[in-house]
């Protein structure tokens, strides 16, 4: 018995396998900025200035926070 890449490697197999392993990668390296994770990435005061602009904190909270961060 040979346990080698065998069955796996079958050349339409082995085809498919490699397409799926390379537009996961491709995925991975141009889309990996999306989704809701992206504000993770934000800029602090950028991000703060967005939370008072749609009414997240009141004005007395943003500028407490702006200190904060900005100290």
């Known amino acids: 018995m ?3 890449w ?3 490697w ?3 197999f082995g085809f498919f396998i490699l397409l799926f392993l390379l537009l996961g990668g491709i995925r991975f390296l141009f889309f990996r900025h999306r989704g809701p994770w992206r504000h993770w990435q934000e800029d ?3 991000l703060l200035k967005r939370r008072l602009a749609i009414g ?3 004005e007395a909270e943003y500028q ?4 904060i961060l900005t100290h």
């Open 2 to 4: 040979h346990w080698g």
């Open 6 to 8: 065998g069955f796996w």
């Open 10 to 12: 079958f050349p339409p």
């Open 44 to 46: 602090p005061l950028a």
């Open 56 to 58: 997240e904190i009141t």
């Open 64 to 67: 407490r926070l702006k200190e």
